[in-house]
């Protein structure tokens, strides 16, 4: 039982986020007493700082790019003129009224009320948010996950951007510095430099996307490269802003002959990954684990070590997808509602994408975790060239990766890098998730010629021999 002896209010659900969280709340919650903490903007990081505002950036940006490379097919365009009032306002003017809307709808629901404020456990059972005070019978945490701050010299005294703010600059940037090399750093990059501003990225390893599968990584590091300065085995050591004007000091000691020991631009990003939120939750007051990254710790149905309290999305899960945890939130709902029969997550083939140019989707394992592992394992390879659509895209420097086990003829992983690779990449999710061997997915179906998704037919025969 509580310790905790003040003023609460007794409801039936809390949840914690109102980003995939909200997505919880089907009409069959239409009889619990519900209460929804969001201390952001409402709708979470996908609607509001992700997903859905760099793709919009994201398109715009590639319109220029393919304008660029259309002289290869003998059409030339006017130097493209971005109107980057008119491109973020777009953007703005869609996800916006989005989340004021969705915040509306939910306040205006009888059985709903929207608490405003950090949600934090004070006592085991007990959440307070700012000045309110909530027991539930059962809790979903859903919080999400925040911008990492690196501990570089002098960052704290200077008005930098994360994703949180970045996309709603007013005026593009002269010279946008980003300082990391994931997914952001490679979306965004491709954003700024696509739309005119100069861009600098300043990454302490040897190439971009290290997740990624390694000769993935290697050829988009390459390609990007011709497009953005790249300043990799760089470490940032200080940051000064005076007058407009931002000054890097970097460490070159392991980078190129070309990196310069001091980077100056009109626009700082840092962009060094994100951490999950549990650690303001006061779980320290519950049974609830974190595990050594600092992520909720639950089992396959989503319960965490407390009974009544679940967990979703990034505050759970490295991943931090949001195709994830939509389906997270599905598995909890039907556990809240069902506990006689729990549902588990599936997580057997995850894709996921990077939006940039070029762009990559991927699933599954990496050559090299094939390699650490000692799985025998099949290659299977297939350049955007050795198909009849790649000749039409002139595409000289594109692939499809797919890897099979050599004993079962299942794909294990897959890896595309070039147009459309997010949803060609969606044709190997359907191979790996319903378990159909590479010879029958590549050999029992016909494909449409000449599309590009013959790039993964011919990838997968390559595998299969």
Known sequence: MSAYRGTVDEVDLLIIGSGSGNTILSPEFDGWSVALAERGRFGGTCLNAGCIPSKMLVLPADRVVEAEQAAALGVRFEPPVVDWDAVRGRVLGRIDPIAVAGLDYREHQD?????????????????????????????????GARPYLPPIPGLDDVPFHTTDSIMRVER???????VGGGFVAAELGHVFAALGSRVSVVHRGGRLLRHEDHEVSVRFTERFGRRVHLHLDAEVVSVRHAAGEYRLGLDVAGGSGTTPRQLTGDALLVCTGRVPNADQLG???????????????????????????????????????????????????????????????????????????????????????????????????????????GWALGDDSSFAKVLVDASTDLILGAHVI??????LVQQFVTAMRFEIPAATFAGD?????????????????????
Request: net charge negative.
């Open 283 to 389: 779980l320290e007051h519950t049974d609830v684990r974190l595990d050594p990254a600092g992520y909720v710790v639950t089992d396959a149905t989503l319960a965490t070590d407390q009974a009544g309290v679940w967990a979703i999305g990034d505050v759970r899960n490295p991943r931090q997808l949001k195709h994830v945890a939509n389906h997270e939130a599905a598995v909890v709902a039907h556990n809240l509602l069902h506990p006689e029969a729990p549902r588990s997550v599936d997580e057997r083939a995850v894709p996921h994408a990077v939006f940039s140019d070029p762009q990559i989707g991927s699933v599954g394992a990496r050559e090299e975790d094939l390699r650490a592992t000692g799985v025998a394992y099949r290659v299977g390879r297939r350049d955007y060239a050795g198909v009849a659509y």
């Open 418 to 423: 070039g147009p459309q690779a997010a949803t």
């Open 172 to 178: 593009l940037p002269e010279h946008l510095i980003i």
């Open 445 to 465: 179906q016909l494909w449409c010629h000449p599309a590009l998704s013959e790039v993964v037919e011919n990838a997968v025969l390559d595998a299969a021999g």
């Open 111 to 143: 059985h709903v009320r929207v608490l405003h404020g950090s949600a934090r456990f004070v006592d085991r059972d007990v959440v307070q948010v700012d000045g309110a005070r909530v027991r539930a019978r059962q809790v979903v945490l859903a919080a």
